[in-house]
């Protein structure tokens, strides 16, 4: 079962000594294209900080925290969603690699077969680079129903199978 990435070893925030040189090494994770690359243009240069160079002169560096992959542990997501006692929807890429239509079903029954499943066609993992408007659309739509109707929860009962089963 994924308790997320796997082990890194922990390492300082590389410094480049251009904004473009530290643009140019920006990644999705997971990795995938995307056609609107102004999208992730944008995310790059806002994930990035100018600083001081220990070697002289200022330099680029990411943003967020280095140590956060040693704290990361999503636990028990099984048992997370099925203790949820607020409103939850999922909303999935179609061609996502982390979070597929199985997982998606399997979710949809930890939350008592009452939360939305949303479906973003054409996107990837990264719902709102792949289809922007789409992504708006949809949740402009789900906030819009959740505005004029009631929560209605009805809990799992008995272990379900997992995909995460082997």
């Known amino acids: 079962r994924p308790r997320g990435p796997p082990s890194r070893e922990f390492r300082p925030h590389r410094i480049y000594p251009s904004l ?3 643009m140019g090494r920006f990644r999705l994770a997971p990795p995938q294209p995307c056609e609107n690359r102004y ?3 944008y995310i790059a240069r806002h994930s990035l900080k100018q600083v001081e160079n220990p070697e ?5 560096t990411w943003k967020f925290d280095p140590a956060i992959w040693r704290r990361f542990d999503i636990g028990d997501m099984g048992a997370r969603l099925a203790a949820t006692r607020c409103r939850i929807a999922i909303m999935r890429g179609e061609f996502s690699v982390l979070l597929s239509a199985e997982i998606g079903e399997y979710m949809f029954n930890l939350l008592g077969r009452s939360a939305p499943v949303i479906e973003i066609p054409q996107a990837r993992h990264h719902i709102m680079l792949d289809q922007p408007l789409a992504f708006v659309a949809a949740l402009r739509a789900l906030l819009a129903d959740w505005d004029h ?3 209605s929860r009805k809990i799992a009962s008995g272990p379900l199978p997992s995909p995460f089963d082997s």
């Open 56 to 60: 002289g002169g200022e330099g680029w």
């Open 39 to 41: 999208i992730v243009d």
């Open 149 to 151: 109707s009631a929560p």
């Open 20 to 22: 473009d040189a530290a």
